[in-house]
């Protein structure tokens, strides 16, 4: 079966971390780009973090410094450490997969950060 299967989200106080994975399967994954976007509510959905087949990451500005993105692609996962988070980072995360010309997404998991 082909599918993105998040796991990691929840509630995190400001200035926490939390760590979200994302587990792939019936896909050929050492050789596609994954990542993660998220989308907050009344918001566009936005990039949060990629990385492509040879390890190179892309983020977005918010991200930098702060989240960081691997892969394991004997385990078919690609994992999101999220520190320093902020109210602001209160989002469903979801995992995205560029398979050619179309794409593989997840189901999402909401992050809520909240004292």
């Known amino acids: 079966q082909v599918r993105l299967m998040e796991s990691g989200g929840g509630l995190v106080q400001p200035g926490g971390s939390l760590r979200l994975s994302c587990r792939a399967s019936?896909?050929?994954?050492?050789?596609?780009?994954v990542g993660w976007y998220r989308q907050a509510p009344g918001k566009e959905r936005e990039l949060v973090a990629m990385?492509?087949?040879?390890?190179?990451?892309d983020y977005g500005s918010f991200a930098k410094g702060r989240f960081t993105i691997s892969r394991d692609n004997a385990g078919n996962t690609v994992n999101l450490e999220m520190n320093s988070m902020e109210p602001e980072d209160t989002a469903v995360y979801y995992c995205?997969?560029?398979?050619?010309?179309?794409?593989?997404w997840g189901q999402g998991t909401q992050v809520t950060v909240s004292s």
């Open positions: 019936g896909i050929d994954f050492a050789n596609i780009a």
């Open positions: 990385v492509n087949r040879g390890g190179g990451a």
């Open positions: 995205y997969a560029q398979l050619g010309f179309s794409e593989l």
